[in-house]
Nanobody, 123 residues
Framework: VQLQASGGGRVQAGDSLRLSCVASERTFSSYAMGWFRQAPGKEREFVAAIGWNGAETYYPDSVKGRSTISRDNAKNTVYLEMNSLKLEDTAVYYC?????????????????WGQGTQVTVSS
């Protein structure tokens, strides 16, 4: 599975941003999907996950209430919308797919990774 993330950029604190990730796999609906981020000098951090049909989602406390993950299986695309962005949201954001339909919050549970898209939040 090849994943192509896009939508990153430089925004102001308090702004919103929507990231997209397109998958090459025609059986996209067989995969649970996730978003992770990695800031310089830090571990890759879980941001959001969504099950194969979009019915199940999961967020860590750091982004809960500010982020929404969604997917469009007809377009082989998963989205991450982030609102009320903070300086600490600055990172490279990665989408990932796992060979299961149910969600997971650990990076070790994901089998395929996109190349990442940079999000920079400034004051």
């Amino acid at each position: 599975v090849q994943l192509q993330a896009s939508g990153g950029g430089r925004v102001q604190a308090g702004d919103s941003l929507r990231l997209s990730c397109v998958a090459s796999e025609r059986t996209f609906s067989s995969y649970a999907m996730g978003w992770f981020r990695q800031a310089p000098g830090k571990e890759r951090e879980f941001v959001a996950a969504i099950g194969w049909n979009g019915a199940e989602t999961y967020y860590p406390d750091s982004v809960k209430g500010r982020s929404t993950i969604s997917r469009d299986n007809a377009k082989n695309t998963v989205y991450l919308e982030m609102n009320s962005l903070k300086l600490e949201d600055t990172a490279v954001y990665y989408c990932a797919a796992r060979n299961e339909k149910v969600i997971a919050g650990s990076r070790y549970d994901y089998d395929y990774w996109g190349q990442g898209t940079q999000v920079t939040v400034s004051s």
